[in-house]
């Protein structure tokens, strides 16, 4: 069964610091790995996302690091700010054209 | 926002009973699947919808069932309601096809209690 294991589980940064959240994938069955970004009572909202024909990607404050040996790959947030706060899941492709989602870090950014 | 909107927002049932979620996908996506997220847990793939058809399925019983519709809209159907189906239900449209892999988008989710 394909897993997706996400640390840490939580997560506390002084505003301006650095946020880093990793994943390892066993398989994936095809290849995208996208980022979400989940506030208490909304639905997961897409934030960055790579193929790994590249591995780096930068938007803004948010660096997606990917490393296909490994089959690792992490989300790098700089200059964390208060607003960040929330819950991020990285997830792999399905065998069926689904997303299995890692169990979350629940990221603090304290003022 | 997304584009893709779910109703309703809240629901309470009672154990046994049945319950009906709807979703409204994205424009020009072909594709909707359903998750379900626990307290404090990832999403978890229910099943997935291609032009009307179904054409994946998490690890989730005969119970819960689906529809899809003409302009892509699409039902979650859950029977014989128990206490752990209580959880946020997350649509999610997407292309799919030969797009597979591409952008997912989530609705708001409804949170169902069931009681």
Known sequence: QQQVKQSPQSLIVQKGGISII????????FDYFPWYQQF?????ALLIAIRPDVSEKKEGRFTISFNKSAK???LHIRDSQPGDSATYFCATGGSQGNLIF?????????? | ETGVTQSPTHLIKTRGQQVTLRCSSQS?????SWYQQALGQGPQFIFQYYREEENGRGNFPPRFSGLQFPNYSSELNVNAL?????????CASSLGGEEIGTEAFFGQGTRLTVV
């Open chain 2, 28 to 32: 020009g996506h072909n594709t909707v």
């Open chain 1, 22 to 29: 990793n994943c390892a994938y066993e398989n994936t069955a």
């Open chain 1, 72 to 74: 690792q790959f992490s």
């Open chain 1, 40 to 44: 208490p009572g909304k639905g997961p």
């Open chain 1, 102 to 111: 890692g169990k979350g870090t629940k990221l603090s950014v304290k003022p």
């Open chain 2, 82 to 90: 128990e206490l752990d189906d209580s959880a946020l239900y997350l």
